[in-house]
């Protein structure tokens, strides 16, 4: 395992992620990525230790990938069923955090639908003085850090499989598609790939683009371009990083219909003949075949990195719980 | 463990079950009930190694089964619950199986209403050309090939204990009681028992038993029989299968009422006089007591062995884990 | 571990426990309380046994308590979800359990909504000549004895933390206040407290402190006093246990308001000046801020034992898991 400084003890933001940091995920990860490769496919690193995965949020994909994570890093994990929890008995969520403290656990995985949360339970945490860290598995709107942490580890492993690191993004052009206004994945992608030193190109559809996220792009090292057309995005792109469409959009007027949208901003074999040749779809799933994506370009696997990622997710999720949980008494 | 030479990926359907392959899961399941009478039930076979539970459709009995086979074998566990699931979100089931091969899966364990679904999935995992075995665990009314093995366990250590195999069965008598037409118990255990060379006795309400059944019997050792009065079908019977009566039937307007169900259908100590004298009865659980069964008859350990068809499931499932996911790399 | 004579299989009510019985749970907590501040939070006293968690009732906090408790004595865990069970296919609970105990569980953990449900499964268990031990997670408005032996072990310890054990609370002030009538917590606290010749006093309004509790105290070594006013009970109290108000209380008329109920029975600072000076808070949880006790006196370590009984929790179960598993073959 590499051997680094990481001093970070809870992952609520990418914000203010330093690139030393995002190597050492990428590094230990791509660690991890061999163990998984092996027939034995666990470590005893956290053995004894307690990963509570607390999602407020129902999620089977990302609560599962975290939980496979623990489990082959030898942790015990406990689980939270919204539906069944005492939440529904008035609780605050505090409360809640503090009772699985309590009990003993060590890192607490969290995934709530109001920003901030994840946050509100790390400083609490530290008030009150306790070891636990804080994983944010996507809180409202605001951010989802692992997911942008895998689709960094996906990209820099497809430009370099043995070595996977920051710098490999520097100049490239990455677009980011679809519903950026309400996309928690979006937000954390834009902290990562400004300060790789990517040309990050937004496009959506004006309600779904506002320009205030012109904003992001202050004092990073990249570049960062919204377009209200998807053309001008897909020019030339090296990644195209596709985000999932929420169809109550709809029903909110703030789209015409799938079909449209398709039409006008969704990924087609023709329509990426205008990247790069060697250009690779991401999306963060689950998706909408025939919405943001055609359904035979999804599967094909000459551009499509949608299964790496997933792959990528245990292996990054691994390496979070490793380096903040793996040096604890 | 036995010598074998077992070449199947995957479990989906007896259908073409040859003689040796049901020999081999009979040995196997007795070396793990071997293994399940020990102070520390558990073996190293599947280390490292995951098993994704995914019920679409919801069985706590199955389930919890097949999760304890795979912790007993010291696999890590997925599972999915149909409810939190992403499904809700609009993504295919094939999608879904693929975001589990993504993440690592050796073997999916797969119920569904839809029949058809477990092959889809194993097929796709074969085109995929991924190593992930696939188990149905029951598809809408087609088959529940693990519920008909563990009754041809049951059935065949009722008649040696130390040395379950097919042949013991040959030329015995075997009524299957009940909704033959909804069951996909009923369907697999066709399989199995005409394979054996059984005869095999279906009796049923004529809705329930429509006379297409017939053809299941042909180019098998066994012979098949069809009624729609129970006395015929238990005339020296050796053994009796009952099979769950879902009460949806009724407003179905299949069946009259359960109480006049029970008088014409349901096994009585009354009525188990026209067996042999050492007959056994089974039952797929859960049971509706004084429905498809007297309740003092199902609590009679002299001719109950729904208790020993629960104990012979986590052992068969074992087996059947062992035999498809044993020796993978 | 302490060296006992521990006979007990099935742990269901506290009426019946003797002093030497206590003192054993005392011990064997204190001493997985150590092993709960090792690195490695975990021994293998029950590798290969299975311990079913059976809650047809919801409770996240108690089954999880179980689980870990479960987990790091290393048993395997097999878990019932209400919603997606059998049961709501027809079949009897005692059915389900008997599916269990055929399944190779050792340890039942059973909550239901009913009282009395945790005694009949441990009565057909033995009817059974089964081994298999049944564990009472809360059980209607009878009792739930973990949670007054994790009171207690809270309790004796914070009295002497080396040392827990039950002659520590011998003629300490003891309140219990709240919905006394509805509470199993309640009852199962009443025995043990009053076996440890502790002088008890009950304090709640008059719809849900009936006279028929002054009942509770007979042929018990303490003293037991019944008030329908806060005060008394609270004047020189050493410890005070508050209880859990449900809300739907309120709509069965037996509270006019929660804020009235606060203003005559919740616990303040204010009020909690008639208690000694070191006087301690406890509560079941999950507390209802501002309702049964104050949200600063919750927060605050000088007063609050709250977390202390969510730790003591898991310490305690493994204890009872430990004492009525342990020593299975």
Chains 1, 2, 3 share one sequence.
Not at 14 to 31: G, K, M, R
Not at 206 to 214: E, M, Q
Not at 273 to 302: F, T, Y
């Amino acid at each position: 395992m590499a051997t680094t400084t990481w001093t970070r003890r809870h992952v609520i933001s990418l914000a203010d992620f330093v690139p030393s940091e995002y190597d050492t995920v990428l590094q230990t990860a791509a660690s991890f990525r061999e163990v998984l490769s092996r027939r034995v496919k666990k470590v005893p690193t956290l053995q004894g230790q307690v990963v509570a995965n607390l999602f407020f949020e129902p999620s089977t994909r990302t609560r599962n990938s975290f939980e496979l994570a623990a489990k082959r890093l030898s942790a015990d994990t406990l689980s939270f069923a919204q539906a069944t929890s005492s939440l529904t008995k008035g609780e605050t969520i505090l409360d809640t955090a503090i009772t699985y403290l309590a009990m003993g656990t060590n890192i607490m995985v969290i995934r709530h639908k109001e920003a901030g949360v994840p946050q509100a339970i790390a400083n609490e945490m530290d008030r009150l003085q306790s070891q636990v860290s804080v994983l944010n598995a996507g809180d409202g709107q605001h951010e989802h850090p692992s997911q942008a942490l895998l689709d960094l580890f996906t990209i820099s492993s497809a430009l370099d499989p043995d070595r996977p690191r920051l710098e490999l993004l520097k100049d490239k052009k990455i677009a980011i598609v679809g519903d950026i206004l309400h996309s928690r994945v979006a937000r954390s992608n834009i902290w990562s790939l400004m300060g790789s030193g990517a040309e990050v190109h937004l496009a959506g559809p004006p309600t779904l683009l506002p320009l205030l996220f012109a904003d992001y792009g202050k004092h990073r090292p990249g570049k960062l371009f919204l377009h209200w057309d998807l053309e001008p995005a897909l020019q030339d792109a090296d990644f195209v990083m596709t985000l999932r469409l929420q169809k109550e959009r709809m029903s909110q007027h703030l789209l015409p219909s799938l079909r449209e949208y398709h039409q006008l901003f969704g990924i087609t074999r023709d329509r990426i003949q205008l990247c790069k040749p060697d250009v690779k779809v991401l999306h963060p799933g689950p998706v909408n075949r025939g919405v943001e994506i055609s359904s035979d370009l999804m599967d094909d696997p000459q551009f499509s990195l949608i299964s790496q990622q997933v792959t990528s997710g245990v292996a990054v999720r691994m390496a979070l719980l490793y380096l903040i949980g793996g040096g604890k008494a």
